[in-house]
């Protein structure tokens, strides 16, 4: 069993950046790839980004490539959401997961998930 915790999440202004981390517990997830996706309220979830399990390849959602970038540390069993140049468009609750079986963009496909940890971007 896997257990996923994200962390640095806050209130931010418009063109600030903010790094999230997804911390993994209970098995190593090196052999995973790893996903980001957010959810604002009334919406659904939505594809943020992936990596591989050794850091290579990483895709992003349209919204968010170019600002966002993912990194891993499997030494440390944690991966990283680097995002910059926020948006209030940004806004929403960001979950990680793990272990997608299917498509990487869709958020069925993955079997582990975390809480999540909210980001607000005001304006």
């Known amino acids: 069993q896997v257990q996923l915790r994200e962390s640095g999440g806050g209130w931010v202004q418009a063109g600030d950046s903010l790094r999230l981390s997804c911390a993994a517990s209970?098995?190593?997830?090196?052999?995973?790839?790893m996903g980001w996706f957010r959810q604002a309220p009334g919406k659904e979830r939505e594809f943020v980004g992936v990596?591989?399990?050794?850091?290579?390849?990483?895709y992003y959602g349209d919204s968010v490539k170019g600002r966002f970038t993912l990194s891993r540390d499997n030494a440390k069993n944690t991966v990283f959401l680097q995002m910059n140049s926020l948006k209030p468009e940004d806004t929403a609750v960001y979950y990680c997961?793990?272990?997608?079986?299917?498509?990487?963009?869709?958020?069925?496909?993955?079997?582990?998930w975390g809480r999540g940890t909210q980001v607000t971007v005001s304006s």
């Open positions: 997961a793990a272990d997608p079986s299917g498509s990487y963009r869709n958020p069925e496909d993955y079997g582990y």
């Open positions: 990596i591989g399990m050794n850091g290579t390849p990483t």
């Open positions: 209970g098995r190593d997830v090196s052999t995973y790839p």
